[in-house]
């Protein structure tokens, strides 16, 4: 499974951008996935992640309450719904597959990411 994050861009502070998360392959509903945020200079970070079938979900502190992760499985798509963003949120965006759900240890290459830039 192949793993391509898009739908990232500039959005105004407050803004709810959903990213989408599209996989290649026949194994997507066989997989963890996690959506990872990048910021030059810092530790690329585990924001959410959602189990295989969808029904465990786990978040970052800094964006509870305020991001949503979601997947269909018959669309080999998963999502990142983003509200209320704020300037702090501004990272690359990136989606792969978590050995488990607070797991720093992923088992797909990584692809580029979406940008996400949040003005104030």
């Known amino acids: 499974v192949q793993l391509q994050a898009f739908g990232g861009g500039l959005v105004q502070a407050g803004g709810s951008p959903r990213l989408s998360c599209v996989a290649s392959?026949?194994?997507?509903?066989?997989?963890?996935i996690g959506w990872y945020r990048q910021v030059p200079g810092k530790t690329r970070e585990l924001v959410a992640a959602?189990?295989?079938?969808?029904?465990?979900?786990r978040y970052v502190d800094s964006v509870k309450g305020r991001f949503t992760i979601s997947r269909d499985n018959a669309k080999n798509t998963a999502y990142l719904q983003m509200n209320n963003l704020k300037p702090e949120d501004t990272a690359v965006y990136l989606c792969?597959?978590?050995?488990?759900?607070?797991?720093?240890?992923?088992?797909?290459?990584w692809g580029q990411g979406t940008l996400v830039t949040v003005s104030s």
């Open positions: 392959g026949s194994r997507f509903s066989k997989n963890n």
């Open positions: 792969n597959s978590p050995w488990a759900l607070d797991s720093d240890y992923v088992s797909r290459p």
């Open positions: 959602i189990s295989e079938s969808g029904s465990s979900t």
